[in-house]
Every structure is written in C-alpha cells, then in structure tokens.
C-alpha cells in the first residue's frame, strides 16, 4: 500500500510544481506573509529579502499558498496575530522541527560553510525555503504513513464475524487505496494538517482496536488505549476536530471496557462474599478512572490553546484595553471560537446565502456520499430490527450476564438474517464499525450547517468510514455484475458499475482540479 501512497504523493507534487510553473497565479498576494505581530519578529520576506534563491527554492515556496502562508509563519515566529489563532500548533512546530535539524545536518555535511541556495541559515531560524520544503516532506510522509495504517485499521474493524478474512482484507486494502487518490488529494500533499492529523486518528483507532482484540485488563491492552490517548492528543493539537475522536474512544468504554469491567465485578459478588459491595465494584471503578485520564490526555491540547491566547491577548492586554471575547464565556475565553465567528465567519447557518451556492456545488459529492451512507445504513437497521421475542421472561434474563449474551446473539443473529435476506451493507451494523459512522456523520452534520460548507471536501477526507463505505459498495457491485453474467441477466442495464464510475470520476477530477487551483491561488475548496 505504501507504493500506491507514495506514487501518488509524487505524482500530486509533479502535477502541482508543473501547474505552478505554467498558470499564472489568480492573486499574488495569497504568497504574502501576515507580517510582523506580537513577537516583534519580522517577516518572513524581510528577513530573507533574496529568497528565493534558486529555481528550487522558487518553485518549493510557489506551493506556499492559502492557509500554508500561515502555518509557515506560525513556524517562523509563532502567534502574533488573532486570527493565526485558527491554527494550531503541531504542523509548525514539526515544521520547524524538521527544517531546523535538516539545516543543521546540511551545515554539518557541508563542513560548516554556508553553501546551497535558499537553506542558509539566518539569526532568525531557518530560511523560508526549508521551512516549506520540511512542511512539504512532513505533509506527504504523513499521508503515506496513514494510509499504511488505514489499511490495518480496516482490516480489523471490517474483519467481523459475518465475513471471511480474504474479503475483509480486500476491502480493507481498497479503502485505502481510496484514501491515497482521495478528491482533497492537494491539501494532503500541501503544507496542510490533513496528512498529519489522519495519521495520528488512524493510528490512534488502531491501538483502540488492537486494545480490544485482548481483555482489558492485560498490559497490552492498557498500552494500546494509552496509546491511542496520546495519538488523539497529537492529533488535537494539529486540528480542533480532533475532540471529535473522543467519541470513538467513548465508544471503546462505553461498550467494551465498561461491561467486562462490570462482569468482573459481578463475578467477585459470586465468589467472593466477604468482600464489600465497593470493593468489587474496584474493576468498574479503576476501569472508569483511566478512561477519564485518557479524555483529559487527548482534550489537554484544546484547553492549552486557549489558554495561551487567553494569557496572550487577554491577562496580559496587550496594546490596551483587552478585547471583547476575554469577557466572553462560551463556556469560557475562547480565542479560537472568536476567531473562527469574527475573521472567518463561521457559525450555525451563516454559511446559507445565494452567493455560496457554487461552494455548497463543490461540496455536494462528498455530502451526497454521506446522505447516501446515512439511508443505507438506517435501510439495513430497519430491516434487521431484532423482532419482540415476547412470553420469556425468567430469573436468568434479569442478570445482566445473561442479557448482554442475549444481546450479543441477538445483534449477531439480525447481522446473519440481513446477509442471508441480500441486504450487501450488513457491514454497518458491526459493533467496531459503528463509532466510525457515527463520527462520520457528526462530521457531516457540522460541515453542511456550520463550517465554511466547501471545505466538505477536505473535512471528510479524514474520517475512515467514507472509504470503507465505497470500497465495500464498490465490492458488492462488482459481484452484482458477477451473478449477472454467470445468469446472462443484467437488470441494471446502464446502470452497470455506476458507484464505481462515479468514484472513481469524482476522486480524479478533483485531484486534477486540485494540482491546478491550489498553487495558482484559484478559489477552491
């Protein structure tokens, strides 16, 4: 998998640099720093008034377009502005990082002598030049990186007991070919969060599912949730929706942890009876305590965040009297909802004007995807809907053992029936793949009636139940056409292959569309 991500990292660069090179740029200004701000640093451009030095250098800033302007500047000489406050800090930190290390190893090979073009490094930090080639290289390693580890996340959550390992494993490996050629393949190969951000997701759901595979009280099991805890705090600090990867970790508690931690309590009832009613209630309770550390490790990030634009702009009142939103509580000083309200208009609605109607159009694929997900789904529930099994009510139903067994086989029993009744998105209705759509479709919710809707595109293209969704769709149309042929019967006429024709159109086009509007400054998503 990692070759196809990596091809197709190289292939967006190639196509990006050649149509930076070729189209002129639809408004220079999107290549301008923000300028000196609290820091008292100056700009990028004046501090490297010749950059960029060599064709190379050139053409590496020309990708620097967009938000990437701010990250890169974030890298240089941290927050100074309130709006750069919509940034948060993992990308230019990592950046910064990279590009540091990377001088000082060129420095080193080099014998200490400044030679090479555009990496020289000045009193302010390193060049603009190495700043945007280590964002570059930090964005499409990334990418590569977490479509590997989409794979192997796919290939335990899709591995239910409904379906064969081979299967699973197929439709694992197509998703995340998908994930590699995604439509917002620019902003992954682009000094963006998105690369960065669905690495550290992925990784983290992947240790939640590996937790799961053993009992929770093992060692390997508390590494793996320890492990995600801290994947999901990286990922918060790349991106604010990274909170929303609580929900899958709550999931994790609420629907694995939580009731083998009350079994064990239930066992300790039966067999031993001297113990206190509290003391065996010690696996629930130790169980509930880690799971509350590990929401306070992943949300640590957001509060910090604040709290540093709080002491910034608020506790220290810079330039005078502090500004309205210190006084705000929301449900307290929130600089990123100030900014994200004041500077990019962005709140419940607001986004609902004739004006935006070629930006919800540009959106429409990826929300006609998830409205398509969202009735599939409800389609199977509703026909698999345990029916009333009434007149069985006995002493042995009321332990809770025995009604979570009951459940179990109930749920297993409606998956089976839904398989044998044609129904080919049984799939969603697994227990493991459910926190998954559920966070998809938060997702969509709040970018249709929230965000800036164009930005759908790239918002979704970090969640993992979108691909697994069009992969498996995509399977079981081809076996459709399969059972045509071998029948000499084609039902669906011209309708043969239609999910796939149209995945697989909607994902180029956008690529292409992308590696030329993105560089040349076009509006885009």
Known sequence: MWRIAAISRVAMLLLMLTFDALVDDYDTSGRLSP????????????????????????????????????????????????????????????TRGVASASSALAGAVAGGSEKGSGNEKSESGPSRCALAASALAVSNSAHVAAA???????????????????????????????????????????????????????????????????????????????????????????????ALNGLVLAHDFFARVAPAARAEARRRRRTKRLVSGVLALGPLLAATVAFAARCVVTLAPLFAVQLYGYRTYCARALGGDPPAWCSRWRPFPNVYAHVQSHYWNVGFLRYYELKQIPNFLLAAPALAVSASAGLCWWNTFA???????????????????????????????????????????????????????????????????????QVTTRFLSVTPGIY????????????????????????SGKRRGVWRRAATLYSISFFMLGALLFPTFYPWT
């Not at 240089?76 to 230019?92: C, D, N, R, S, W």
């Not at 492990?227 to 929706?241: E, I, K, T, V, Y």
């Not at 139903?397 to 029993?413: I, L």
């Not at 995509?474 to 019967?489: H, I, L, N």
Request: net charge positive; proline share 5%; glycine share 6%.
């Open 148 to 242: 590997v580890v989409l794979q192997k996340l796919g290939a335990i959550v899709l591995a239910n007991d409904d379906i064969d390992g081979n299967a699973a494993r197929d439709a694992a490996r197509s998703a995340a070919a998908l994930f590699a050629l995604n439509p917002a393949s620019a902003f992954h190969s682009a000094p963006y969060t998105e690369s960065i951000f669905a690495l550290l997701s992925f990784a983290g759901f992947y240790f939640l599912e590996r937790a799961s595979l053993s009992s929770y009280k093992t060692m390997s099991s508390t590494r793996n949730r320890n492990g995600a805890a801290l994947c999901f705090a990286l990922a918060c600090a790349a991106r604010s929706n990274g």
């Open 383 to 453: 026909r698999t809907e345990p029916r009333n099994q009434g007149g069985k009510g006995s002493d042995d139903e009321a332990e809770a053992d025995g009604a979570d067994a009951n459940r179990t086989q109930t749920r297993s029993r409606s998956r089976r029936r839904s398989r044998e009744e044609g129904s080919e998105h049984a799939w969603m209705l697994s227990p493991r793949v459910r926190p998954y759509l559920f966070k998809w479709a938060v997702m969509s919710v709040v970018a249709l009636l929230v965000m800036h809707v």
């Open 468 to 491: 697994w969704f069009l992969a498996k769709r995509g399977f079981a149309e081809a076996e459709r056409e399969a059972a045509g042929e071998r029948k000499r019967t084609f039902p």
């Open 35 to 94: 300028g000196a701000g609290v820091s008292g640093k100056p700009s990028i451009d004046a501090a490297h008034p010749k950059s960029p030095s060599s064709p190379l250098c050139a053409a590496v800033e020309g990708l620097v377009t967009w938000d990437a302007v701010y990250f890169l500047r974030i890298s240089e000489a941290g927050y100074e502005h309130e709006q750069t406050h919509a940034f948060f800090p993992l990308l230019p930190a990592v």
